[in-house]
């Protein structure tokens, strides 16, 4: 395991030193390990979630959308998509 020396500001060095004594984590490099791990899987989230929403401004930019203007539009476009699910066949992942 790679070892990276840090120097940290007081507070957050407290609060870090504060989750320990409460148990949630066990150490301090445990934590610091943990949000490293997190922070990482919050990028590939978000890098996912900017891809989403680049693809779906563009198919609005492109006139691929539908308009909901009532209850009754959203209910039936969502009667739509549902029953085109129950169409596709069910893929057996075992």
Do not use: C, H
């Not at 120097?7 to 609060?15: A, F």
């Amino acid at each position: 395991m790679g070892v990276v020396q840090v120097s940290l500001p007081d507070e957050l060095k407290g609060l870090i030193e504060r989750e320990v004594a409460e148990g949630k984590a066990s150490n301090e490099a445990e934590f610091l390990i943990e949000a490293a791990r997190r922070y990482f899987e919050n990028q590939e989230f978000e890098d996912e979630l900017e891809a989403v929403a680049k693809a779906g401004i563009a198919d609005a930019e492109a006139g691929r959308y539908t308009t909901i203007a009532s209850s009754e539009d959203g209910e039936a476009w969502l009667e739509r998509k549902l029953a085109k699910l129950r169409e596709r066949p069910i893929r057996d992942e075992g």
